[in-house]
């Protein structure tokens, strides 16, 4: 209830350095309350915003997390609301002299023991799902293959009852672009390791019209297919042999027919929380987010560490501002060199478009207690847990190591879901205090809410509610352990995400950073 006056006011300072707190109580606090420590409100703040601790100068640091989220570009008095409207943003992090590999943790001891219920394929990735995934080289085809997947969903998949799903990776790229333009690989070796992805089962297949620029050999190499290497894998429209549009379609189900013979043959098995590739993901966020939901996260990431997983963060945007953070974490220099690269090429990539980092928060972010995208920055990178940053990978490719991974990425929910996918990611983290109905279709998607107002009412579309955590019923241990025996369950098929109850998945979204010709 708004402004329950049964409810004490409660706000919540995060590091002793700071000058502002958050407010926690649903609704915000009028003027004139007084919090437990004597400070009593000059305005009415809302919920998740935040409040001056002390008298704050003009141009004086504003401090959050124990670190400068921006300067006040007017006096702020104690007690009073402060918000975008009164800070000034600060200048980014130099990328030229971050301290590299200077505080790199201790390796925690391992987790034994820790298994779930996966497929397991032949080059040795583990699925949490059995899906059918018909790969598409030009959006021309998608109309076409869509009518075909409802088709065989109807028509066939029953037949073959352990397999999981049948998804179209369908897009808008493939022809009318710059196919050999620099940055043309981050779209294509994207759309080549989704059709790759471990829960896909190594078996893919490719629909084409046939006069496209991105050519199915070019998509997918038969040296990529090692399994289906004496098989056919591609069907394209325009061959001579379909002589309508039905011959199109009953290829294409032929085709399918093969996989899900093969696909249906897999049981889950035992394997090793080693083999889990969990990504991480923040969305709709707000200033809650960096103080329950992703450090609950960033626990439950050392947890899996600890057990042997790979951990997938991603976000550029939201990383650059705390990269200082990640550099001095890094495992050695190299990886922290290679964090630096994707940090200074999405910097270029933001000025050739004539955009600077402040175009990151969003409205919601705002409204949600975010000032600017150095806050979000802070608390976003808290759901990287506490342990080494082992790897640096691009955008679009294959992770292939263990440990706490950087797979560089937009910070757009979509495109980041949809790269974290080509880089294997077989179960998702999403985070989310403003609330989202966002899901995937290749991946389980465990949804995280920083509030528990927002988890109580959007009860069916949360799984874990971290706001307890603000209110002091619950710990960040406790809700980390939760999340990690979680992912446990819904990896092995024993329970099921809000997201895939109510079949909420989203496009897949390529990121193009190239010419549309």
């Known amino acids: 209830m708004r402004n329950d006056p049964a409810s004490p006011p409660l706000c919540v300072k995060v590091h002793a350095r700071d000058n502002v707190a958050i407010i926690v109580n649903e609704g915000g606090l009028p003027r004139g309350t007084r919090l437990d420590s004597g400070l009593v409100l000059v305005e009415e703040v809302p919920e998740a915003h ?20 921006g300067y006040a570009n007017t006096p702020i008095a104690q007690g009073s609301w402060v918000h975008e409207g009164v800070t000034r943003l600060p200048q980014p992090p130099s990328l030229e002299d971050l301290p590299l590999s200077t505080e790199v943790p201790e390796l925690l001891p391992p987790l034994d023991g820790y298994t779930f219920e996966g497929f397991l394929n032949d080059d040795g990735s583990v699925g949490t799902k059995n899906i059918l995934g018909i790969a598409t080289t ?58 790759l992805n471990p829960n896909l089962g190594g078996a893919p297949l490719v629909v084409s019209l046939g006069c496209e620029k991105l050519q199915p050999l070019q998509l997918m190499p038969a040296s990529t297919l090692p399994v289906l290497t004496e ?5 394209r429209l325009q061959d001579e042999r379909h002589l309508s549009f039905s011959d199109m379609v009953a290829s294409i189900m032929e085709m399918a027919e093969e996989r899900l013979i ?78 630096i690269r994707e940090m200074a090429w ?123 955590i603000a209110t002091g019923a619950a710990t960040i241990q406790q809700v980390g352990e939760q999340i990690f025996h979680l992912i446990l369950d819904v990896a092995s098929g024993r329970k099921q995400t809000c997201a895939d109850r109510w079949g909420l998945h989203n496009e897949f979204v390529l990121f193009n950073p190239t010419p549309v010709t």
């Not at 098989?231 to 069907?235: C, F, K, S, T």
């Open 50 to 69: 935040k409040v001056a601790l002390v008298d704050i100068a003009e141009g004086e640091p504003i401090l959050r997390y124990g670190a400068v989220i």
């Open 138 to 195: 030009v959006q021309c085809v998608a109309a076409t293959v869509d009518f075909a997947v409802k088709r065989i969903k109807a028509e066939l998949l029953p037949r073959y009852p352990n397999v999981d799903d049948v998804i179209a990776i369908t897009h808008s790229y493939g022809c009318g672009v710059a196919i050999q333009a620099p940055g043309a690989e981050i779209p294509i070796r994207t759309l080549r390791n989704l059709s």
């Open 231 to 235: 098989a056919p894998y591609i069907v």
């Open 262 to 339: 093969r696909l249906n043959a897999r049981r889950r098995v035992p394997r090793p929380a080693a083999d889990l590739v969990v990504g991480l993901q923040c969305g709709g966020s707000d200033a809650f987010s960096g103080v329950t939901a992703n450090p609950a996260l960033g626990y439950a990431a050392d947890l899996l560490g600890r057990a042997g997983a790979t951990v997938i963060f991603s976000e550029v945007t939201e990383v650059r501002d705390a990269v200082h953070l990640l550099t001095a974490r890094a495992a050695d220099e190299e990886v922290a060199r290679s964090l």
């Open 346 to 468: 999405y910097d270029d990539y933001l000025l050739r478009g004539s955009v600077d980092r402040s175009a990151n928060p969003t409205p919601g972010n705002k409204k949600g207690g975010l000032t600017n995208i150095v806050e979000k920055a802070l608390g976003s990178v808290a759901k990287a847990g506490t342990s080494r940053l082992a790897g640096v990978f691009g955008p679009g490719e294959r992770v292939t190591k263990k440990g706490l991974i950087f797979a560089a990425t937009p910070a757009s929910d979509f495109i980041c879901g949809t790269l974290q996918l080509a880089a294997s990611m077989n179960l998702h983290v999403f985070t989310t205090g403003r609330g989202t109905p966002y899901g995937l279709a290749m991946a389980p998607v465990i949804k995280v809410a920083s509030r528990s107002a927002l988890a109580e009412r959007w009860g069916d579309l949360v799984d874990v509610d971290a706001g307890t």
